[in-house]
Structures are given as structure tokens and as C-alpha cells.
């Protein structure tokens, strides 16, 4: 089991930036890959970025690919989300999320899901 808390979300300007973090507690975090989703109000959740347990391997979705940065930090046991260039669209709640095994793009793929955080980008 293993808990899952993000951390970061807020207002930005369209064009601004955000970092979003996510802490784990429980079992050995770098056990997991770890992605990051977003949905918004009405829509089904879409993937956003992954990365693999080491933190040597990291996909994109095409729509935040050049603009967003997924890295992790397992002493710390935390995953984070560098979000640049932010467009006014991109106003969902962010999750975070666990898997054993390898790097996934699948929502359904993950086991353990934080409880999200709000990012609102104003135009």
C-alpha cells in the first residue's frame, strides 16, 4: 500500500508555470513508476506524463510534450511535474499515481491514486 499526496496546484497566468509534487509514503517508493493524469469537470481523465521506477525512462502526452517536465526523487519519495507555458484549457485537477512494474500511459494500469490538486490558468 502506499499513499499518495499531491501538493502544488493553484492559479497561473496562460504562458506562466507551476510545479506540481507529489509525496508517497508506505512502501518503497522506488517500486513504483509513477504518472501524473489531469481531468476536467464533464471529461474522462487523460494521461499527462509517466516515469519509471529509476527515473531513467519518461513519456508525454503529445499535448504537454516540450512544455512539461516529470522527475522524481526517491531518497525523497516524491514525483513532480514542472508545467511551463501553461494554456488557459489546461485548468483540470491533476492526479498522481502508483504502479508496480513498468512505466505505463493507462489510468486503469495504476493501483494507488492521490486525491488531486486544482490548477486554474487565467488568460
Known amino acids: 500500500q502506499v499513499t499518495l499526496v499531491e501538493s502544488g496546484g493553484g492559479l497561473a497566468q496562460a504562458g506562466g508555470s507551476l510545479r506540481l509534487s507529489c509525496a508517497a509514503s508506505g512502501r518503497t517508493f522506488s517500486n513504483y513508476a509513477m504518472g501524473w493524469f489531469r481531468q476536467a469537470p464533464g471529461k474522462e481523465r487523460e494521461f499527462v506524463a509517466a516515469?519509471?521506477?529509476?527515473?531513467?525512462?519518461?513519456y508525454y502526452a503529445g499535448s504537454v510534450k516540450g512544455r512539461f517536465t516529470i522527475s522524481r526523487d526517491n531518497a525523497k519519495g516524491a514525483v513532480y511535474l514542472q508545467m511551463n507555458s501553461l494554456k488557459p484549457e489546461e485548468t483540470p485537477v491533476y492526479y498522481c499515481?502508483?504502479?508496480?512494474?513498468?512505466?505505463?500511459?493507462?489510468?486503469?494500469?495504476?493501483?494507488?491514486w492521490g486525491q488531486g490538486t486544482q490548477v486554474t490558468v487565467s488568460s
Open positions: 516515469i519509471n521506477r529509476s527515473g531513467g525512462s519518461t
Open positions: 499515481a502508483a504502479r508496480t512494474g513498468l512505466i505505463a500511459t493507462m489510468d486503469y494500469e495504476y493501483n494507488y
